[in-house]
Nanobody
Framework: QVQLVESGGGLVQPGGSLRLSCAAS????????MRWYRQAPGEQREWIAL???????NYAASVKGRFTISRDNAKNTVYLQMNSLKSEDTGVYFC?????????WGQGTQVTVSS
């Protein structure tokens, strides 16, 4: 069983930056594809970024060029560096781990982009 804990959320002004972290428990972290999702107020959960076990990454069009996903397998942690933040980036950000049909979710961390 994998447990995921997100951190690093908070209030930031438009154009600002924030770095989210997702710490994973247990073994075999390096074998999981890690994903970030977000859920804006009144909207459905949206996939925004992933990083594979080989550290290949991919992004949703809405965040491409502004967000960077990375992982540190030695620390069992995945990161989401968010730059040039917009008000529409506001939402609860969730970490997700996927491997061989199993999916695990963190509890989420709130990101609010507002002036």
């Amino acid at each position: 069983q994998v447990q995921l804990v997100e951190s690093g959320g908070g209030l930031v002004q438009p154009g600002g930056s924030l770095r989210l972290s997702c710490a994973a428990s247990g073994s075999f972290f390096s074998l999981y594809t890690m994903r970030w999702y977000r859920q804006a107020p009144g909207e459905q959960r949206e996939w925004i970024a992933l990083i594979t076990s080989a550290s290949a990454s991919n992004y949703a069009a809405s965040v491409k060029g502004r967000f960077t996903i990375s992982r540190d397998n030695a620390k069992n942690t995945v990161y989401l560096q968010m730059n040039s933040l917009k008000s529409e980036d506001t939402g609860v950000y969730f970490c997700n781990a996927f491997r061989v049909g199993n999916t695990y979710w963190g509890q989420g961390t709130q990101v609010t982009v507002s002036s």
